[in-house]
């Protein structure tokens, strides 16, 4: 059974940073793409960054210049700095990870960690 656990979330006011983290446990053989996601009250999830293994990474127009995301392959942890945060950011963030676990092919998400960006 794979799981990725997020953690950093929190409370913030505008202009500050936070770190999230996403930690990726089970009886993983690889993974490939991963990526964050958000979704605030009302809204659809959408991609906030993505990484490929080889370090390759996409961000939407809205956090670019903000948000970095990295990874850490030898700890199967995925990161994401932000930066010069907005209340427009306030949102549940998610990880998922496309990874092959068990002789299978999978995406597996997080269960989510809050954000909130105070004006």
């Known amino acids: 059974q794979v799981q990725l656990v997020e953690s950093g979330g929190g409370l913030v006011q505008a202009g500050g940073s936070l770190r999230l983290s996403c930690a990726a446990s089970g009886s993983i053989f690889s993974i490939n793409a991963m990526g964050w996601y958000r979704q605030a009250p009302g809204k659809q999830r959408e991609l906030v960054a993505a990484i490929t293994s080889g370090g390759s990474t996409n961000y939407a127009d809205s956090v670019k210049g903000r948000f970095t995301i990295s990874r850490d392959n030898a700890k199967n942890t995925l990161y994401l700095q932000m930066n010069s945060l907005k209340p427009e950011d306030t949102a549940v963030y998610y990880c998922?990870?496309?990874?092959?676990?068990?002789?299978?092919?999978?995406?597996?998400w997080g269960q989510g960690t809050q954000v909130t960006v105070s004006s």
């Open positions: 998922a990870a496309s990874l092959v676990a068990d002789g299978v092919a999978l995406d597996s």
